[in-house]
């Protein structure tokens, strides 16, 4: 079992930045990807970013290229969420996920999720 748990949420004005945390223990695989999923008021959730277990690629949603960046500590199982230049657009629950392959926590299939985190940001 593998758990994660997300930190960073909070209130910010329109413009601002907020750096997300994520740290994952217990039975994780030997190497993994991580990444991160939004899910807004009354919306369906969506894809944010993911990274590969070494960093070699790195995925993003159009919507937060050049704002968001993601990066994954050197212990490798901590992924960071870097969002700048904040929209009222990027109020949501954001969720860490993780799974062996980048390509599962994009789509939404990852097999472990954390609680999430909420982030508001103001006009």
């Known amino acids: 079992q593998v758990q994660l748990v997300e930190s960073g949420g909070g209130l910010v004005q329109a413009g601002g930045s907020l750096r997300l945390s994520c740290g994952a223990s217990?039975?994780?695989?030997?190497?993994?990807?991580m990444g991160w999923l939004r899910q807004a008021p009354g919306k369906e959730r969506e894809f944010v970013a993911a990274?590969?277990?070494?960093?070699?690629?790195?995925v993003y949603a159009d919507s937060v290229k050049g704002r968001f960046t993601i990066s994954r500590g050197n212990a490798k199982n901590t992924v960071y969420l870097q969002m700048n230049s904040l929209k009222p657009e990027d109020t949501a629950l954001y969720y860490c996920?993780?799974?062996?392959?980048?390509?599962?926590?994009?789509?939404?299939?990852?097999?472990?999720w954390g609680k999430g985190t909420l982030v508001t940001v103001s006009s």
């Open positions: 217990g039975r994780t695989f030997s190497s993994y990807a």
């Open positions: 996920a993780t799974d062996f392959h980048v390509r599962t926590v994009v789509t939404g299939r990852a097999v472990y």
């Open positions: 990274i590969s277990w070494g960093g070699g690629s790195i």
